[in-house]
């Protein structure tokens, strides 16, 4: 039996009418990266090695693992961004790395950090080759003593942004390294926060 040209075509044809029938009755494209954290460079040494050690414990307290839910501009599509590894994991990676760069050790049988972390969302804009990403971070952040008495609270806003796709590869055309990039800007401005904070400081010296 001989085919035309034509009736070759008719498959994938078929194929595609049907992709963009059920993308328009409402699709979701999920797409994610690992993300990374980068210490703050050079530290300054606050601990003398007599303050008692550090316990870190982190909990995700968010609804949803979607950090970004962004509308395409095509009516029944829309985008969402989801880490590929654990936040709450990296959160916790962070706050340890600093702890020991300013000189605490960490161990049970001292002060508890505790860091909940209740949103985290990011935004994009689309511009032309050069998406414009912003994105946020909340934690709630607590120390106690070895005895459970609460020593320090604090909720911190981490932000970022705009981020622009120019300070990646030319894969941030594709949204992934620019909502990569502001999330993670996001977290170290967090960590940042905490501690420049003295309170925070003087509660992890006790």
Known sequence: MMFTAKQCRLP?????????TICLSG?????????????????PKMNDQTSPPVAVEVTDKRP???????????PGINTEY???NDVAGLLAIAFTAELK????????GGNT????????VANQIPRFLTPET????????MVTGSHGALSYIRFIEGQSGPWQAEHSSTESIWFRHTIREAIQAAIQDAV?????????IDALKR
């Not at 699709?27 to 530290?43: F, H, K, N, S, W």
């Not at 950090?113 to 985290?120: E, G, K, T």
């Not at 940042?192 to 904070?197: N, T, W």
Request: with cysteine; aromatic share 10%; proline share 5%.
């Open 12 to 20: 994938s044809v078929t194929r595609l009418l049907l992709w963009l």
């Open 27 to 43: 699709c979701t494209q999920r797409i994610g990266g690992v993300l990374e954290y980068q210490p703050i460079a050079d530290p």
């Open 64 to 74: 949803t693992q979607v950090i970004l839910n962004q509308d395409s501009g095509i």
């Open 82 to 84: 989801v880490p590929r």
């Open 101 to 108: 760069n300013r000189g605490w050790k960490i161990g049970v």
């Open 113 to 120: 950090l505790s860091i909940a972390l209740s949103f985290f």
């Open 134 to 141: 912003t994105s946020s971070v909340g934690i709630n952040v």
């Open 192 to 200: 940042a926060k905490v501690f420049a904070d003295p309170a925070f």
